[in-house]
């Protein structure tokens, strides 16, 4: 019989994160921070707008591009967060999570072998995205001495005649790293001087702790080559909604709408009306979560250095990325053996690409009391680890 696979898929490899995950739901009393979901509750009035839609009777297709009520609120709150006007009419894509708006961006923007920039570590859809686009993914590896942020130099380094696109994923999964206002201005002269285009993942704007989110979107001259990317699963604990949108040039967001037209029709009915209530009433839920979180994130800055571990201070998302080089194990051994020996899931920094290995990462979208009990078995570990080096 003929194969009836595409070399293509075949090839790509599958998520380096749920291999833990996986391993952890069969086991006893084992804890997982592997997981970049928030272990919030969806706010109840954003759940109440939801129920009172399916009671409504509003359970039909939306227009293709979003309910028009949506579209305006994001357009609102775009404005009221970060200062960027867009039109609700014509530059705005309501989408089946960030993950779609990011496969039918690079679907829209690549021609057969363009090159699309990805620094890493980084979320790990953005690599087999690319290919499915036929792009040629050209990947910038990001260091630890610079805090995992993107430079000027290191952009320029990766260009050739062939870049097209740069994926700009700040605040970073998995590392943390956030790109404040004078690293997006030096990296826009590059992009301008290059001609190139960008698709900012912004899924984690809301969760900053240091400074509040810059979208490199608001930097002069980027609005009109950049496409925003954004959603409510991290912001508004809602993931299993699955609703995302995208920003950007009439030009592009058109053609994007095409393949999301004929691909999904539309974005899930209900939780497109939830999302509304969450755009124009859930800004103190944000606060609150954004609290609790860098409450978890101070935590366990102070936890790996009473045990010694060294971690670099993230300032967004929810992930903190410590190295774990020193007891020369990869990524991989040491995140089997911790499963094995303490029962606690982390990803392997390997997940989010090669040059993340020596990392681990640890989600703390988690409740404080079971951050402790785990980071309690990863101290034991790492001192067990210790000895065995002084031996």
């Known amino acids: 019989m003929r194969n009836p696979l595409s070399d293509k898929i075949v090839d790509i490899k599958p998520s380096g994160i749920r291999k833990f995950f996986d391993i952890v739901s069969e086991m006893d009393d084992a804890i997982s921070l592997g997981v970049g979901e928030p272990d919030f509750d969806t ?26 009520e949506l579209k305006i609120e ?32 690079l679907r829209t923007m690549v021609n057969p072998g363009d090159e699309v920039l990805i620094p890493q570590p980084s979320y790990v859809s953005y ?14 590896n990001l260091k630890a001495e610079n805090e995992f942020r993107l430079t000027a130099q290191e952009l320029r380094d990766a260009i050739t005649d062939k870049t097209k696109v740069l994926v700009l994923p700040f605040p970073n999964n998995p590392t943390g790293a956030i790109m404040e206002k004078k690293d997006l201005e030096e990296i826009a002269e590059v992009i ?85 209530e969450a755009l124009r009433n859930g800004d103190d839920d944000v606060v609150e979560m954004r609290e609790a979180y860098n409450q ?48 606690v899931a982390v990803v392997p920094g390997t997940a989010f690409g090669d040059c993340g290995e020596g990392f681990i990462r640890i989600s703390y979208a988690y409740s404080l009391e079971n951050l402790k009990v785990a980071i309690g078995r990863l101290a034991d570990f790492v001192a067990r680890l210790k000895k065995e080096q002084a031996r």
Request: with cysteine; aromatic share 14%.
């Open 192 to 276: 301008l001087e290059k001609d190139l285009f960008v698709i900012s993942d912004e899924i984690y704007s809301e969760l900053t702790y240091k400074a509040d989110h810059v979208s490199i979107a608001s930097i002069p001259g980027m609005q009109e080559r950049t496409i925003l990317i954004n959603g409510f699963s991290k912001s508004y604990a809602m993931t299993g909604w699955r609703l995302g949108y995208a920003c950007g040039p009439k030009i592009i967001i058109e053609q994007m709408l095409k393949i999301h037209q004929f691909a999904i029709m539309c974005a899930p009915t209900t939780s497109q009306y939830a999302a509304v």
């Open 43 to 68: 706010p109840w009035h954003i759940r109440d707008e939801g129920i009172y839609s399916l009671e409504k009777g509003r359970t039909f297709y939306t227009s293709n591009a979003g309910l028009k």
């Open 127 to 140: 690599e087999p995205c690319a290919v499915l686009a036929d792009a040629v993914p050209v990947i910038i």
């Open 296 to 343: 978890r994130r101070r935590y366990l800055m102070y936890a790996f250095k009473e045990m010694g571990l060294p971690c670099f201070e993230p300032y967004g998302a929810f992930y903190v990325f410590p190295c774990i080089r020193e007891f020369g194990m990869t990524s991989d051994e040491f995140a089997t053996r911790f499963l094995q020996e303490e029962k």
């Open 74 to 105: 994001i357009c609102n709150y775009l404005e009221r967060r970060f200062h960027l006007t867009y039109n609700y009419a014509n530059e705005v894509l309501v989408t089946v999570g960030g993950s779609e708006a990011i496969d039918i961006a």
